[in-house]
């Protein structure tokens, strides 16, 4: 079965450095999101993507964040200058674009930063 | 704007019990529910998708169920095995957009 892919599993940053987080979203999807959680909290929506354009992004997903899919299979998250709050675990999702499909999750990157 | 909340926080039951676990969410203009199951630092497995014009989905000893008009939602597991203990999360879906996430029940059976 297809899946989403996400790397690295782990990512250990020095605050203020950027950090890239990496998916690769499944075949034949067309909506990609970014989503996090930060340890013992709920699952946050950040940003999705439609058309090669972000088509709703939440609060959280502020000037440091951008996204890109710079090639026809990956999908990356950039978070320009890191925070010690950005420390969370990262899910990138994609879903096929009818409303009654289902978003499928990477494994996620752990974000961790010093 | 959508919120779900799920309870209980935690559930501990003994093998072979059957249980149920609840999701609620306050604006029933949803197109779908989803669970998931997450073990401790993974990803987010899909459980079962239930649409909105449906009232239950099956898959295994899994059922989930559906009441838009209420609010509410439940997953039912039968014959609970020590490998389903996890954390289960709710979230609900209106359309094209981001999902909406509860907190999630962690669940503990123990042998």
């Known amino acids: 079965e297809p899946e989403v892919t996400q790397t690295p599993s782990h990512q250990v940053t020095q605050m203020g450095q950027e950090v890239i987080l990496r998916c690769v979203p499944i075949s034949n999807h067309l909506y990609f999101y970014w989503y996090r959680q930060i340890l013992g909290q709920k699952v946050e929506f950040l940003v999705s993507f439609y058309n090669n354009e972000i088509s709703e992004k939440s609060e959280i997903f502020d000037d440091q964040f951008s996204v890109e899919r710079p090639d026809g299979s990956n999908f990356t998250l950039k978070i320009r200058s890191t925070k010690l709050e950005d420390s969370a675990m990262y899910f990138c999702a994609s879903s096929q674009g009818t409303p009654n499909q289902p978003q499928h999750f990477g494994d996620g990157t752990r974000l961790s930063i010093l | ?111």
């Not at chain 2, 609840?22 to 997450?38: E, G, H, K, M, V």
């Not at chain 2, 899909?46 to 997953?75: C, V, W």
């Open chain 2, 1 to 111: 704007k959508q919120e779900v909340t799920q309870i209980p926080a935690a559930l501990s039951v003994p093998e072979g019990e059957n249980l149920v676990l609840n999701c609620s969410f306050t604006d029933s203009a949803i197109y779908n529910l989803q669970w998931f199951r997450q073990d401790p630092g993974k990803g987010l497995t899909s459980l079962l998708l239930i649409q909105s014009s449906q009232r239950e989905q099956t898959s295994g000893r899994l059922n989930a169920s559906l009441d838009k008009s209420s609010g509410r939602s439940t997953l039912y597991i039968a014959a609970s095995q020590p490998g389903d203990s996890a954390t289960y999360l709710c979230a609900a879906n209106s359309g094209n957009t981001p999902l909406v996430f509860g907190k999630g029940t962690r669940l503990s059976v123990i042998a």
